[in-house]
Each structure stands twice: as C-alpha cells, then as structure tokens.
C-alpha cells in the first residue's frame, strides 16, 4: 500500500518539514503548495520534493495538484482568528477558513481528482463543545471527513508537539532571555507533549497499514506537566532562572487580551486560554507498536542553543575559531 506520490497541505510548517523529510526518506515523491514559495526554502534541498506555489483554498488548483496523486494530507491549522459572530458558526472565520471550508474543499477536490486517501490532522481535545473556537472548528473540521465514507481517511490529534522548531518551549526560552520574571496564565493546566519526529512517524505509517483507514489517533507523549513545570524546564534547559508567577483566572484574561492585541500579531489570544480549560492529555499510546520519545531526551539539544553566549560560540564554530 506504499503510496508512490502525496500531496502535504500544510507541508512547509513545523510539522510539514518533517513528515516530509521522513516521506522523502521512505522515497515517496511529495508535493508541498505554500502560498509563499519562501516559506518553503527549506525543503527545496530534498530530492523527490515539488514544492508549489499555489492557493489551496481555489478549488480548481486544488483538484489539479491532487490529480495523479496516491494520497493527500491536511496540515493546515491556525491558533488565532477574529472572534465568533453572532448568529453564526461558534468559531471565527480564519478557523472557519482554514479548519472547515478548506477540508471541505479537499474533499470535493479528491472526489474530482480520483483520490480515496487522507490524513487530516486535527488537535487533541477537539470537540464541537469545546470551550475554545479553535477545538471547536477543528471538530467540524474532522466532521466534513466523518460524513464521507467514500474517503479513507485518518485523523491525528496531538497534544502540543515539540521539536527543533516548536514555537512553545522555544518561546519561554526565547522570553526568558528578554525577560527578569515569568507572568503565567494557564499555569496549572496540563499537556503530554509528543515529540515532532514521533507524529511524523505515525504519519507515515499511517499511510502504510490498512488498519489506520478510519482510525483516529490521539498522539501524546510519555508524560503529562503542567504549562507551569513545561516553562520552568524550558528556562532552566536554556540555562536561565526566573521566578514563574502563577496569574489569576482575571489577570490571564487581561494579559491574554493584551497579547492578542501584539503590534507584530497576536503571541496568544483568550481563545487559547480557554482551550486550557481542559487538560490535553490522554491514556493512548502510540499505534503500530510505536514509542513516544521523552521530552528530556531531545529539547536539551535544541533548547541549549537558547543558553546564554550560546549564538556567540555557533558563530566562532561557523569562522573555525
Ligand atoms: N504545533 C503544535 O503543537 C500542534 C498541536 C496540535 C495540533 N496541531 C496541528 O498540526 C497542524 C500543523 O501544525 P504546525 O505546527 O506544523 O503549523 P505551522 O507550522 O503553523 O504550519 C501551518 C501550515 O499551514 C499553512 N496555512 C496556514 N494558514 C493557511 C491558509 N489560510 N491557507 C493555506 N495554508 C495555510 C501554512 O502554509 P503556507 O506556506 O502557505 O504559509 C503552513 O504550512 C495544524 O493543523 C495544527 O493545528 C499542531
């Protein structure tokens, strides 16, 4: 059942350039659409890779990337979007666009195109009575596949993913370099990890056995922490100590607010805090005989590039000095 050529929506984001790295490994031929060309430097270099500059939401160019195709598979997701409107669907419209019409035009586009196969990745937690807009329109984004058995489709839904590139540990990382204290909203709520590679390979093993047709597939890591104990490790593995400030459920709103409202975009919004209302863990393990990698047994090596005079030494390695 290995699939000769697969189209990855999505395909130049932090998961995309690894499913596809690991897809390429296995000599499957991928195309990536990005709507910027540039965003996808990165996977120019790997052979068998097509990467597309096209819009993905224009359902003619959807169908004539899918054509010839084995298998397509649905990255696409955003975290911010304008609120709800009232009177309409319970999720604003970036999530509408991005987390509903778009599946929905991959599904249309595989039915004209003649592809049977999907990976659609969705989020753990997401529910069409979720307290966040977010999990709300990843459920019906999961839904649109769900009302098509003609289609055989997998669904994946991790828990926060960290990786080289994660914009989670890298950021408390990153801020606390910036920054003399931590003000946290959402301490104490919990996630379970996985690791970036650990999704990918489910991915692609996902495409290789029968049984994942149909299957969804919760992805977490080996452990659950609170968002508090996730910080704190980020920081202390950067090699920075800052006190971490647990904010109340009012003063997290406010910050939330703030910070949805960053002259350089949104870094978090009240939307995110609310999907922490829920803790983001499962009991699942990993499918096909996998194992979850630890946390503490990757992040060391890609947070310790945020130590302090860390960039220093990479650019006196990089002159050979
Ligand atoms: N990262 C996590 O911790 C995490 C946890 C749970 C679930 N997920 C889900 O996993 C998926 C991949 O996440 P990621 O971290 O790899 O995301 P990412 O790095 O932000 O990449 C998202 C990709 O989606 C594309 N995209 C975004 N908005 C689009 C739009 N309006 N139209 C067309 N393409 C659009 C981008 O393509 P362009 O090149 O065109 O910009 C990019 O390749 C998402 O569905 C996300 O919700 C992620």
């Not at 709300?136 to 489709?153: I, W």
């Not at 090699?239 to 949104?266: D, F, T």
Request: glycine share 8%; proline share 6%; with cysteine.
């Amino acid at each position: 059942m290995k699939p000769r050529t697969v189209v990855v929506i999505g395909g130049s984001g932090f998961v995309g350039r690894h499913l596809i790295a690991q897809l390429v490994a296995q000599g499957v031929r991928v195309r990536a659409p990005t709507r910027r060309a540039e965003r996808a430097r990165h996977l120019l270099l790997l052979p068998t890779v097509e990467v597309i500059e096209a819009d993905v939401m224009a359902e003619d160019v959807l169908v004539r990337l899918l054509r010839g195709c084995d298998a397509v598979v649905n990255l696409v997701g955003v975290l911010h979007s304008p609120a709800a409107r009232a009177g309409g669907p319970t999720y604003g419209a970036a999530f509408a666009a991005a987390h509903v019409t778009l599946p929905e035009r991959i599904r249309a586009a595989c039915h004209q195109a003649g592809v049977q196969r999907v990976l659609h990745m969705s989020a753990l937690g997401a529910a069409s009575n979720a307290p966040s807009e977010y999990l709300r329109s990843k459920a019906a984004g999961e839904a649109v596949f769900h009302n098509d058995p003609t289609l055989h489709t997998t669904y994946f839904r991790p828990s926060v993913i960290f990786g080289p590139e994660d914009r989670f540990l890298n950021l408390f990382a990153e801020l606390a370099r910036a920054v003399p204290m931590m003000a946290l909203a959402g301490a104490e709520a919990k996630f379970q990890p996985i690791f970036v590679g650990d999704v990918a390979r489910v991915m692609v093993q996902s495409l290789l056995e029968r049984e994942a047709i149909g299957a969804t597939y919760s992805l977490v890591g080996p452990h659950v922490y609170t968002l508090r104990e996730l910080v704190r490790y980020a920081i202390h593995t950067a090699g920075y100590a800052r006190p971490i400030v647990g904010l109340s459920p009012c003063l997290g709103y406010v910050q939330a607010w703030l910070l949805e409202h960053a002259p350089g975009g949104p870094l978090m919004s009240r939307d995110n805090l609310r999907s922490m209302q829920r803790d983001n863990v499962s009991s699942a393990s990993l499918p096909f005989g996998l194992h979850a990698s630890t946390l503490e047994s990757i992040a060391p090596s890609y947070l310790s590039m945020h130590r302090p005079g860390a960039r220093y030494d990479q650019l006196r390695k990089g002159a050979r000095r």
